[in-house]
């Protein structure tokens, strides 16, 4: 028996976390299961990183019923992988490519996201907001106080720290991998939403557009793996 939490191996159910043209991420693990055998951990996240569905299938489950590792990963083929850095979920997929297909795998190979680059982005535009303030401040005679973000920055190294007090909630090693991923995604995206929540309320900001609900650089590498499989299903 598989253990997780299945919320659902369909897209039937309505996303709470909807952002038009996006489905969102995915989340692939491989380490210790309960039992102290390797097992995979999949988790399948919306735009801003709510679960909306999570498995931990122990390898020798996957060997005698491989055809239900192909029904979970083909839920996740327009979405993008997430994880820490490029080389672990490439890892992830060489160690089931033989039992996912060759096309899934290669979808999934042309999506990785990275957690360093999406704060990278973040910090970008809090740069751009801040240099904005500066800008606008040489045109005024009155007094412009500087941005000032409701939630600081953090590095990896921090969001890593912080991301692993989730681990005592998991049920085993490779689920606890799994869900600090997961919670660092939510966190990033909340990041994000500070930011346009700061930018938003000066209101000679509010020229640079509507508030986003990510950045576009991230937004726009989930939209495309949409459209990517749209386009291949036509």
């Known amino acids: 028996m598989s253990i997780g939490v299945e919320v659902s191996e369909s897209e039937l159910a309505v996303p709470i976390d909807y952002v038009p043209g ?23 996240l919306g735009p801003t990183g709510l679960a909306g569905g999570a498995w931990v299938v122990p390898f020798d489950e996957i060997e005698l019923d491989p055809e239900r590792l192909r029904r979970i990963m083909w839920n996740l083929q327009d979405r993008c992988l997430i994880g820490w850095d490029r080389e672990t979920p490439l890892a992830v ?23 360093p680059e999406l704060l990278g982005e973040i910090s970008e535009h809090r740069a751009s907001y801040s240099a904005a303030v500066e800008q606008h401040r040489t045109h005024v005679k009155s007094k412009i106080a500087p941005l000032a973000w409701p939630t600081q920055m953090p590095d990896q190294e921090q969001l890593v ?28 995206a909340q990041l994000w939403q500070d930011t346009e929540q700061a930018r938003f309320r000066r209101t000679y900001l ?7 609900p990510l950045p576009p650089q991230w ?12 386009s291949a299903s036509v």
């Open 22 to 44: 996006a489905r969102g991420h995915a989340v692939l693990a491989i380490g210790p299961n309960t039992g102290g055998g390797d097992a995979l951990a999949v988790w399948r």
């Open 206 to 212: 509010r020229s640079l557009g509507e508030p986003q």
């Open 93 to 115: 997929l060489a160690r089931v490519a033989g039992v996912v297909p060759a096309e899934l795998i290669s979808k999934f190979e042309g999506t990785i996201l990275t957690i």
């Open 219 to 230: 937004l726009a590498q989930l939209r495309k793996a949409v459209h990517n499989n749209s």
């Open 161 to 188: 720290t912080w991301a692993v007090k989730d681990r005592f909630a998991s049920a085993s090693p490779v689920a606890a991998t799994a869900l600090a991923l997961t919670a660092a995604v939510a966190r990033t």
